[in-house]
């Protein structure tokens, strides 16, 4: 996004190779979901350029001298949510369900609120609601 209201378009980006705890991703999809929308449209605040989508999917370029779990060449799949590793959600391979994580949300409106509900019903023994629309 290069600014608000502005068309939308996919651009090629040069980025620094990965610290020693990053891990770089070559996107094969990515999703833009309310959260981008509204990013986009102004209505929460963020700033520009930036780049929308915060799940996604792809294979591994490049990892820091510190990073064990993937390896170049993995396929992986990219949540925003936090996972603590240890919970049973997590050893199952399910670390999206993850029972520590606290999940936070961007707007109490409907589907903030099922966004709440999903939680609670996946296990999350916190969440967090940011509502940006002031009353």
Same mark, same amino acid.
């Given at each position: 996004?290069?600014e608000v209201n502005v068309p939308l378009h996919i651009t090629s980006l040069d980025?620094?190779?990965?610290?020693?705890?990053?891990?770089?991703?070559?996107?094969?999809a990515t999703g833009v979901c309310a959260f981008d929308a509204h990013t986009h449209?102004?209505?929460?605040?963020?700033?520009?350029?930036?780049?929308?989508?915060?799940?996604?999917?792809?294979?591994?370029? $490049?990892?820091?001298?510190?990073?064990?779990?993937?390896?170049?060449?993995?396929?992986?799949?990219?949540?925003?949510?936090?996972?603590?590793?240890?919970?049973?959600?997590?050893?199952?391979?399910?670390? $999206?369900?993850?029972?520590a994580a606290a999940p936070a949300i961007f707007g109490a409106g409907g589907v903030?609120?099922?966004?709440?509900? $999903? $939680?609670?019903?996946?296990?999350?023994?916190?969440?967090?609601?940011?509502?940006?629309?002031?009353?």
């Amino acid at each position: 996004m290069t600014e608000v209201n502005v068309p939308l378009h996919i651009t090629s980006l040069d980025l620094d190779a990965p610290k020693s705890d990053e891990v770089l991703v070559r996107l094969a999809a990515t999703g833009v979901c309310a959260f981008d929308a509204h990013t986009h449209s102004g209505r929460i605040p963020s700033p520009s350029p930036c780049v929308l989508g915060h799940e996604g999917a792809g294979v591994v370029e $490049a990892v820091g001298d510190r990073v064990t779990h993937v390896a170049v060449g993995d396929h992986v799949a990219l949540s925003w949510m936090p996972n603590c590793g240890t919970c049973r959600h997590c050893q199952s391979g399910r670390p $999206a369900l993850c029972t520590a994580a606290a999940p936070a949300i961007f707007g109490a409106g409907g589907v903030g609120l099922s966004a709440v509900m $999903a $939680a609670q019903i996946s296990g999350a023994e916190h969440i967090i609601v940011i509502d940006p629309v002031a009353d």
